[in-house]
């Protein structure tokens, strides 16, 4: 099978996936919503409904392509044998979903051989959908996206985010505190996937943060890249766990340089 159609029948499947979890999502989200278990620490939660929309979207995506190997942060793990894994995260943002707060997406990314091939965030209350396909552009709800022009680290409204764990926290608070005064501000927004599809579409002009997994960024990473910006790690390293960056070429050299040098990832 050419590569060009295997892109395709990838897309059309996590779109699929991606808009059904999000109506369901949107429209059975509980009056009462609470939290279902806590994980890494006790304000890491996890709802029903993030449970309910993995199994839905896994359950979709397995249907279509059964030896397809998934990757979820519900839980879903599965080796296959076609060479496709797909990186899932039900809701990104599941703060903002249990608050009640618009900012959280569904995202869903399609990888081969160690590189994404197809990513899609679907972030229902704000109407939109990010998708990207490697080599052929980012688009929004089918309008191209392009980051915008890259200012000096002066300028730069940078997105950011914390992760769960308290030591994890006061070590990002501290970056936080040193970089605030040298950039035109800081946004937190609550969803990874999100920040990541912002700098795509010239809303933020770029975004770090230390700790994500491969769910939070596998289909933010594409679309950016996708939209002209260039993600990456520490400085000569990919994007990784350790640390994600995501600017326009010019921006994104400086930020790295600066989070580099305030010590900004973690081993
Ligand atoms: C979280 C969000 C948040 C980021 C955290 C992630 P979740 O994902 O992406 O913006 O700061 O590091 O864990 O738990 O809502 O899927
Ligand atoms: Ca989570
Ligand atoms: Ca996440
Ligand atoms: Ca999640």
Redesign the pocket.
Known sequence: QPDGRLETELLEIALEAATRAGAFLRDGRPEDLGVAATKTSAI???TEM?IAAEKLITGLLTDHRPEDGLLG?EGASVEGTSGVEWVI?P???????LYGLPG?AISIAARKDGETLVGVVHAPMRGEIFRAVRGEGAFLNDRPVRVRPAPDLGFALVG?????LTERKIHQAEVVRQLIPEVRDIR????????LCDVAAGRLDAYY?R???P??YAAGDLIAREAGALTGGRPGEPLSPALTIAAPPGLFEQLRTRLDELGAWHD
């Open positions: 890491d939660v996890v993030d942060e995260d809701i990104d943002g599941t703060v903002n979903y959280w950011t985010g914390f992760g769960y937190r927004a609550g969803s990874a996937a999100i920040d943060e700790g994500l997994n769910w939070d």
